[in-house]
């Protein structure tokens, strides 16, 4: 650039002034809109060109904008520093309370009584098993609770046998038993029904557990257990004095040293000659013992049974009230020959009885009878009558099987309040000769009173069985009818009769119809609950009423 140019481009530089210094003119206002005052920049103009720099003001600018900000923050210290002084001391805070432990909820809440009662509704229903082991992890106060003896007063105990093989299955068992070891002092001491299940090994130390720490047992069943031998039996009946029902069916009494090849072999592969059978001598010794206190009793039938019959037949069990003697699941050759009127005689508290030329005492607290067989029996009219003359009291006869029981000989009995009448003949009907008429006589004299009537596979023509049930349209003296179950599986029963057995029968839960050529299809089935019979009815008279 040349000189003259230059000099004359200074000279014609202005610094835009403070605002306020003076005079306000057109130019100044266009040199203010475009370098403001305060924003640090300055304008440079030459001939041909205006060029906005940056000045050296805004740097001093920016310092005494720190300060004045230094300034007022001093100033506001100072102010809350003299407010701070001019308020009276207060007193220091208290030190903060000690974390109080979170709630334990409702359950650590509730009185131990009510637990104890909540509790025991609970294993009334399911047994302590597993509820009170799991109820015991919750909280101290439901561990107490649950530790409880009064709440163990049933047990049943069984390893697992899922896929376990012998010597798996013994190492179970002695896991099982070293926890009872702890278990039994603690909280068994008010135990009073023990049953035990598939136990092979272990039974004697269990059973020796039982007789030291629980005095109160009454009942003690062992199913499927072997080894047991007579002196467990015999020390139970010492330690436990309220021992009063024994259930040994399928298991094994061991009578100690094997006499032959084949007790030999059977003590080897945990089985017995005729099957899983008692041996007499050790519940002879048991019934010996224990027998003025024994009133119910479980036996499997084998050629040993004789014996124990015969101390029965001795009086050696006064106070006996049950007895029943299971053929198991091998059937035997030889039948079971029962002396009724000398066990009449040896254990007049037993509920069968008997009627020779003279009628014996009977059992005139005979509640229930079971004589049901899966094949066909030789039970007759005539046996009974010897069994049940003298019982006015019966409540349930059971007599699935027994096809030569006839109605007239039913209707001759002298119970009249019958609650369960099971009469079913299961796959044997077709090779019988069935009465086809008579079923009126049952349901005349028990329709106010039965609650449960089993008549499948019986030959009952259709209009008998419509009189018979028809008996159930209305109870003497317009009291409410009882029946709630029914079983007419493989009878020729009509859907009118059916329909009509419902419509009268409000209480009705059950209904079996499965295999009646009578009805129509897609109904021959079994009905459980108040819904499903209800809904029977319904498809039973659609299928009733005449086409539009």
Not at 15 to 29: M, T
Not at 300 to 316: F, R, V
């Amino acid at each position: 650039m040349a000189p003259g140019v230059a000099r004359r481009a200074r000279q014609r530089v202005r610094i835009l002034p403070l605002a306020g210094a003076r005079s306000r003119s057109a130019e100044d206002w266009w040199w203010d809109r475009l370098a403001p005052s305060g924003s640090g920049y300055h304008l440079l103009q030459s001939d041909s060109m205006l060029l906005v720099l940056p000045g050296p003001g805004p740097a001093r600018r920016r310092a005494q904008r720190r300060a004045a900000r230094r300034a007022q923050l001093l100033r506001l210290h100072g102010a809350r520093a003299a407010e701070a002084k001019a308020k009276p001391r207060t007193a220091p805070a208290p030190a903060p309370a000690p974390q109080q432990e979170p709630d334990p909820g409702w359950g650590d809440r509730i009185p131990l009584e009510i637990l104890l009662q909540i509790f025991g509704l609970l294993v009334a229903a399911d047994g302590p098993i597993p509820f009170l082991g799991r109820a015991a992890r919750v909280c101290r106060r439901w561990h107490e609770a649950a530790s409880q003896p009064a709440l163990w007063h049933t047990l049943t105990l069984s390893p697992p046998l899922v896929g376990r093989p012998a010597k798996s299955g013994t190492k179970t068992e002695k896991k099982l038993l070293t926890s009872l070891e702890w278990l039994m002092p603690s909280r068994f001491s008010q135990l009073q029904r023990l049953t035990l299940i598939h136990w092979k090994s272990q039974v004697h130390p269990v059973l020796k557990l039982v007789s030291e720490s629980c005095p109160r047992l009454t009942f003690l069943k062992l199913s499927d257990c072997h080894g047991v031998t007579p002196d467990t039996l015999i020390m139970l009946a010492k330690a436990c004095p309220q021992l009063h029902s024994l259930d040994i069916q399928h298991s094994m009494v061991s009578p100690g040293v094997p006499r032959g090849p084949k007790e030999a072999w059977a003590a080897l592969t945990g089985t017995s000659v005729l099957g899983l059978q008692v041996e007499s001598t050790a519940v002879v010794s048991f019934l010996e013992e224990a027998g003025p206190r024994m009133r119910k009793l479980w036996l499997t039938y084998s050629s040993q049974t004789t014996a124990i019959l015969g101390a029965l037949l001795g009086s050696c069990c006064p106070q006996l009230q049950l007895l029943e003697v299971s053929t198991g699941l091998n059937h035997n050759s030889t039948p079971l020959q029962l002396p009724v009127e000398a066990l009449q005689k040896g254990c007049p508290q037993l509920q069968p009885s008997g009627r020779a030329t003279l009628p014996g005492p009977g059992f005139p607290s005979l509640e229930e009878l079971c004589l049901a067989s899966s094949t066909c029996n030789f039970v007759s009219n005539e046996v009974l009558d010897r069994l049940l003359h003298g019982s006015p009291h019966l409540r349930l006869l059971d007599l699935r099987g027994c096809a030569r029981i006839t109605p007239a000989g039913l209707h001759d009995l002298p119970c009249q309040e019958l609650e369960q009448l099971h009469l079913g003949l299961y796959g044997m009907s077709d090779r019988l000769t069935l009465a086809k008429e008579g079923s009126l006589l049952l349901t005349q004299k028990w329709c106010h009173t039965l609650q449960e009537l089993d008549l499948s596979g019986q030959g009952f023509s259709e209009r008998d069985l419509e009189q018979a049930l028809s008996a159930f349209s209305g109870a003497p003296g317009g009291s409410h009818l009882a029946l709630c179950s029914l079983n007419l599986r493989g009878t020729r029963v009509t859907a009118s009769t059916v329909s009509a057995v419902i419509s009268n029968c409000p209480g009705l839960l059950y209904l079996n119809l499965e295999s009646c050529r009578c009805l129509p299809r897609g109904l021959k089935r079994a009905y459980r609950g108040a819904e499903e019979v209800q809904w029977c009815l319904r498809q039973l008279l659609t299928s009733l009423a005449p086409p539009s």
